[in-house]
């Protein structure tokens, strides 16, 4: 009973400007560390096939070469390198604190103007955030400005590409719950990303509302092997609420993943649980370059061989290791037991038929 009023209590932890989860402390620290790194690129997955898919794009044209074995080799590897740029991640800060300070407060100048001046630093080679912007009130009062008007200056003065002055459309209210309904989730934030810097609540307002539209509607994969999956994992374990994309990573055999999730999880919320071992088992069996190998004898027509199991007796082993931490997991801080019972049962039965095709493949 403790658990599930924990977990009320974490759902009742609203941002008191908004229905939706907040950070209550600085997640930076845990999200810039190395180990947590790892796992969230990790469980992002990294599919070329969807980072380079077709887009509806002005300048998507296809392209064709004559190349060599090795230039083909050299072209795969450069692909699976853009891949990962590709995936890097947008960081998880905390909300600025974004309260101006007054500098003096003039009575001479009261009144001398109706309007507001600013008066930005446009010092070249500056950081935007090391400029020094400041206000002066038709009351006479001078202060340093508001974020809103520094951001509104940088643009003036150093106009980044696609960001807007005013807030765009898709963000207004109805506009904003149309792209949710359609699930055009990764769009949103793509679009989030540029016209907010991560620290800003409006950032934090509207990737929150996505990833709680996600896990509501389950429509995790719209994300999987995209930039924002990572933050996304790390919003849900960090809100003890993982068990839904627990259940989706199970259901379509990302076993691998979900331990890592797991794992994500312990850590984030100072779980004593050892982690150690089964880690290092995940990161023997998340071999790169035996992929880009296999696609590149894929290409090369090498693979004469037609597989007919789906996985190897190793991979086999380590699902059966990683069984047994999940249902550790189910045992002692799942919410949603029932469902992933029954999930990882399922699952179970699945692996023991195709141990059973993999012994009769092998005496055959």
Not at 40 to 65: A, E, G, P
């Amino acid at each position: 009973m403790e658990k599930y009023l924990k977990r009320i209590t974490t759902l009742a932890r609203y941002s008191t400007r908004s229905n939706f989860l907040s950070y209550e402390k600085d997640p930076a620290p845990h999200f810039f560390n190395t180990e947590i790194q790892k796992l969230l690129s990790s469980i992002t997955t990294l599919d070329v096939q969807k980072i380079f898919r077709k887009r509806t794009v002005n300048d998507n044209h296809v392209s064709y070469k004559f190349l060599t074995d090795k230039q083909l080799e050299d072209e795969v590897r450069n692909r699976f390198k853009d891949a990962e740029k590709a995936l890097q991640m947008p960081p998880v800060l905390k909300v600025m604190n974004d309260q101006p300070k007054t500098i003096s407060n003039d009575v001479a100048l009261t009144s001398f103007s109706k309007h507001s001046y600013v008066f930005t630093d446009v010092t070249f080679g500056l950081k935007n955030r090391d400029r020094s912007i400041v206000v002066r009130e038709p009351n006479g009062e001078l202060k340093e400005a508001s974020y809103d008007i520094k951001k509104r200056a940088w643009q003036i003065y150093f106009p980044l590409n696609d960001r807007s002055f005013r807030e765009p459309k898709i963000f207004e209210e109805e506009n904003f719950k149309r792209l949710l309904e359609e699930g055009q989730y990764q769009f949103l934030l793509d679009r989030a990303c540029l016209q907010y810097e991560p620290d800003e609540q409006k950032y934090h307002d509207i990737t929150s509302r996505i990833y709680l539209h996600i896990d509501e509607h389950l429509k995790f994969e719209s994300l999987r092997s995209t930039r924002h999956f990572g933050p996304m994992a790390f919003f849900f374990a960090w809100h003890k609420m993982i068990d839904n994309l627990l259940l989706d990573m199970i259901r379509n055999d990302y076993l691998k993943n979900a331990v890592e999730l797991i794992c994500l999880f312990y850590k984030l919320n100072n779980h004593n649980e050892k982690v150690e071992n089964i880690l290092t088992i995940c990161a023997k069996s998340d071999n790169l370059e035996s992929r880009i190998q296999n696609i590149i004898n894929d290409l090369l027509k090498k693979n004469q061989i037609v597989k007919q199991i789906d996985k190897t007796d190793e991979e086999l082993r380590n699902d059966e290791e990683y069984l047994e931490f999940i249902q550790s997991y189910i045992d002692k801080y799942c919410l949603k037991k029932p469902q992933l019972e029954l999930t990882l049962n399922t699952y179970r039965e699945w692996h023991n038929e195709l141990k059973n095709i993999q012994l009769k493949y092998t005496v055959g």
